[in-house]
């Protein structure tokens, strides 16, 4: 098993930053894929950014340019750092991850094992 815990969510102006951190523990070895995704009120769960065990990284077309996903092996930690940020990011973000190896189908949720609790971010003034 792996637990993963969240944590840096809140309220932030429009055009403001935040930091979310994702601390995972356990079978940790078992896990390739890392993830944040949000959900919104009456929205599906979408995949904000990905990052595999080698560093590549995929983005919502949404969030390009705003967002950063980073990974710390030795610490079992992922962060996303969130910039620019508007009021449609507001959502319960969730760390997750994937046993599934890097490609290109893993965005579904399905694909991913092990989920947080989630943290709130709203973005307004």
């Known amino acids: 098993q792996v637990q993963l815990v969240e944590s840096g969510g809140g309220l932030v102006q429009p055009g403001g930053s935040l930091r979310l951190s994702c601390a995972a523990s356990g079978s940790i070895f078992r896990i390739n894929v890392m993830a944040w995704y949000r959900q919104a009120p009456g929205n599906e769960r979408e995949l904000v950014a990905r990052?595999?065990?080698?560093?590549?990284?995929d983005y919502a077309n949404s969030v390009k340019g705003r967002f950063t996903i980073f990974r710390d092996n030795a610490k079992h930690m992922v962060t996303l750092d969130m910039d620019y940020l508007k009021p449609e990011d507001t959502a319960v973000y969730y760390c997750?991850?994937?046993?599934?190896?890097?490609?290109?189908?893993?965005?579904?949720?399905?694909?991913?094992?092990?989920w947080g609790q989630g943290t709130q971010v709203t973005v307004s003034s």
């Open positions: 990052i595999s065990s080698g560093g590549l990284t």
């Open positions: 997750a991850a994937a046993v599934t190896k890097w490609s290109p189908s893993v965005v579904s949720p399905v694909f991913y094992d092990y």
